[in-house]
């Protein structure tokens, strides 16, 4: 299946530091997502990016899908942030999606 | 709230036992899926049901099987508990239409399963 790398694995910020979290996959997709795990499990859906460029408030995330990479940006970073960024893609139409290894944010105060 | 129901929320049973684990998508949503979530392997995909048809099958270990009912409900089931099946189990949902766009996965809050 399709290879899914997430950097850097582990980030620490201060609160207000802006940062940008990283998705490399290996081959062509047609779904990208981005999760926010929080420090109680759960799992939300941030964005919808297969490509182009998103924004919703403090984040935003941009996918170049001809060079198999996917961005997310933090800005002005709070310690509600914390927890496990996943970026996960899909194949054609095969439904699975799978998942990178995650970024884990702890942003302290 | 994503919409995706699970429960329980917390199970602890014993080897060798057999455990149901369910899940109802949010309302409209014809697909489910279902992950496992442990510290060593990540979130791993077990198998996705669509309008009540198997169709995608991941990482998912004979022992367990799922089905999706007529009301769209799916459950998961793990049986010959092994203490390596510990994890959280987690249930998602999408419209899964014809039309690919905005296709986004929401999570239910998921099941954490303890084999002691």
């Known amino acids: 299946g399709i290879q899914v790398e997430q950097s850097p694995p582990d980030l620490i910020l201060q609160e207000g530091a802006n940062s940008t979290l990283r998705c490399n996959f290996s081959?062509?997709?047609?779904?990208l997502q981005w999760f926010h795990q929080n420090p109680w499990g759960q799992l939300i859906n941030l964005f919808y990016?297969?490509?182009g460029t998103k924004q919703n408030g403090r984040l935003s995330a941009t996918t170049v899908a001809t060079e198999r990479y996917s961005l997310l940006y933090i800005s002005s970073s709070q310690t509600t942030d914390s927890g496990v960024y996943f970026c996960?893609?899909?194949?054609?139409?095969?439904?699975?999606?799978?998942f990178g290894s995650g970024t884990k944010l702890n942003v302290k105060p | 709230d994503s919409g995706v129901t699970q429960t329980p929320k917390h199970l602890i049973t014993a080897t060798g036992q057999r455990v149901t684990l369910r899940c109802s998508p949010r309302?409209?949503?014809?697909?489910v899926y279902w992950y496992q979530q442990s510290l060593d392997q990540g979130l791993q995909f077990l198998i996705q049901?669509?309008?009540?048809?198997?169709?995608a099958k991941g990482n998912i270990l004979e022992r367990f099987s799922a089905q999706q009912f007529p009301d769209l409900h799916s459950e998961l089931n793990l049986s010959s508990l092994e203490l390596g099946d510990s994890a959280l189990y987690f249930c998602?949902?999408?419209?899964?239409?014809?039309?690919?766009?905005?296709?986004?996965?929401?999570f239910g809050s998921g099941t954490q399963l303890s084999v002691l």
């Open positions: 081959d062509s997709v047609n779904n």
């Open positions: 049901y669509y309008n009540g048809e198997e169709r």
């Open positions: 998602a949902s999408s419209v899964r239409g014809n039309d690919l766009a905005n296709e986004k996965l929401f």
């Open positions: 990016i297969p490509s």
């Open positions: 309302s409209g949503d014809l697909s």
């Open positions: 996960a893609v899909e194949q054609g139409n095969f439904n699975k999606f799978y």
